[in-house]
């Protein structure tokens, strides 16, 4: 019998009494393991060798993890800070005394009450007297993996893995042996085949790729598979939101990911104490802080806004209204810091409506990571600047932009905006769980945010999440699989997009 060299010398090396791994045989036959696998592989189809695998799974912490292992974990933390007060004291003060903040103080209150720590109400938070934060499996677990050994319990891992403070490690191994035949085809003698397994580049300028016998070309085998770049189905997604709003007659708007928050918020009417502007809420810049070159009537008719209200019938906030603060630096929160831009003129000159603006970008918020939210994301935004609208308008316009790709089905819910009054929230059902949705948030502009930008008429606007849009066409159940390391390679590889 002729075999390739590669396959000979796995076959000799192989053992009829012990399975040898790849790695061994590797060692043995001086061979690459990938060779020794193809090798084994090809045997295996001739009969000569079985191939065994399995896969085991390991964790290893993450950078947060070691933190949280070294530190505490933040629900034991806020426990213990609660519990050196008695038993029961205002959240506030818990919070600092942990050192918490940012998400840290989400991620403690979230897992706070589920482990039996103590409860939560109306900013009191309490100790319970039998918990034991020394105990907590959790963290149990993260020491075992720290000192390299494994663990057994599948909840746990699975609760810290959702947690991100470890990550899964997927290893297959493979084993091989020789069967009856192939003890014979030894037995009977084996002889390297001199054969080419392709042709190359010194056969051919030799001449002798004609003397040479090639290798026998085995079609049923399996072809590696070459894999392109492609556009992102999210971005396939977008290109096809411009499409239908450019359609709809829309023009696209464009402006800076990082901007004051003047055009994120004062312009939008947002008192400059609400939550959602302090470091909870946004990513501010540490270089450079501030902007100079804001326009200086325009902030004057802002501020007055924010403090008197306009006309008659607004009362304003009556609140410290801080110029340094609305020069301060963030990445925007939403991309209605470009309405605001564009209806001030400042961005492209006075517009006289009608007018139709959208665009389709990105922005970014300080929200804890779960199926529905991420820290950054695609708003859709959206504006029709004309005489007498009315939430009709608005409806309409959603439902002919919705059905452009197949969602029919919407509800919507009055809300509550600083910028917005009449306001409403948008729902869509999901196709795989017929679980309603929130896919954007809406209204018509208020007068406290259109008089200081010299709009005087009406303006409804919208924002839209383009994820959102994408999980109810695709059947995602969460926002993760179209990003990091959850997403289905094959998915990107092979969807299309759904209109």
């Known amino acids: 019998m002729q075999l390739p060299e590669a396959q000979v010398a796995v076959l000799e090396a192989a053992s009829a009494n012990d399975a040898q791994s790849i790695d061994h045989l590797a060692e043995e036959t001086d061979l690459e393991p990938a060779t020794v696998a ?36 933040p629900e034991t ?56 934060p020394d105990a907590d499996p959790e963290r149990r677990v993260l020491a075992t993996l720290a000192d390299k050994e494994s663990v057994a319990d599948e909840s746990v891992l699975d609760r810290l893995a959702s947690r991100n403070l470890i990550e899964r490690h997927e290893t297959t191994y493979r084993e091989v042996w020789l069967t009856d035949d192939g003890i014979t085809a030894l037995m009977e003698g084996v002889e390297t085949a001199d054969t080419v397994g392709q042709i190359t580049s010194e056969l051919l300028t030799t001449g002798e790729w004609e ?44 402006g800076p990911h990082v901007d004051a928050d003047f055009w994120i918020h004062d312009c939008l009417f947002m008192p400059q104490d609400h939550p959602a502007r ?56 939403h991309t209605t810091s470009l309405s605001s831009r564009y209806l001030s003129g400042f961005e492209v000159g006075e517009l006289e409506p009608p007018q139709r603006f959208f665009s389709v ?73 017929g679980e309603i949705v929130e896919i954007g948030n809406s209204g018509l502009f208020r007068p406290e945010m259109l008089e200081p930008l010299g709009v005087d008429c009406d303006v409804m606007a919208w924002g839209l999440a383009l994820e959102r849009l994408l999980m109810l066409t695709h059947g995602f159940e969460d926002i993760r699989d179209v990003h990091g390391t959850l997403v289905d390679l094959d998915f990107l590889r092979n969807a299309e997009v759904v209109y």
Do not use: C
């Not at 600092?96 to 103590?118: E, F, H, T």
């Not at 100079?292 to 403090?307: F, G, I, N, W, Y």
């Not at 994301?377 to 029709?384: H, K, T």
């Open 361 to 433: 970008e990105k922005v970014y918020r300080n929200d804890t990571l779960d199926a529905t939210h991420l820290l950054e994301f695609f708003q859709i935004e959206g504006l029709v600047m004309a005489e007498n609208l009315s939430v009709r308008d608005l409806m309409g316009t959603f439902r002919e932009f919705y059905e452009q790709f197949g969602i029919t089905d919407l509800e919507f819910k009055p809300t509550y905006n600083p910028y917005t009054e009449p306001s409403f929230e948008l729902f869509g059902e999901h196709p795989v769980t």
């Open 38 to 73: 193809g090798a084994a592989f090809a045997l295996e189809e001739e009969g000569l060798v079985g191939v065994t695998e399995r896969t085991e799974t390991s964790a290893t912490l993450t950078d947060e993890g070691r933190e949280y292992l070294e530190n505490g974990l």
């Open 211 to 254: 003397d040479v016998e090639f290798a026998e070309y085995n079609v049923a085998a399996d072809a590696e598979a070459a894999h392109g770049g492609r556009t992102h189905v999210l971005r396939r997604t977008a290109e096809r939101v411009k499409d239908v709003l450019v359609g709809m007659g829309f023009e696209e708007m464009a």
């Open 278 to 333: 302090t470091h909870w809420g946004r990513f501010e810049m540490d270089q450079p802080t501030a902007i100079d070159d804001l326009p200086e009537d325009l902030v004057d008719r802002v501020r007055e806004a924010h403090r008197d209200g306009v006309g008659p019938d607004s009362d304003g906030y009556h609140s410290p209204w801080d110029v340094e603060f609305a020069r301060e630096l963030a990445l925007r929160g």
């Open 77 to 132: 933390e806020l426990f213990r800070a609660v519990q050196e007060t008695g038993s029961e004291t205002d959240l506030g003060s818990a919070i600092d005394a942990a050192g918490l903040d940012g998400p840290q103080v989400d991620i403690a209150l979230s897992n706070y009450a589920r482990k039996g720590y103590g409860s939560v109400e109306s900013g009191t938070i309490t100790a319970d007297a039998d918990a034991d």
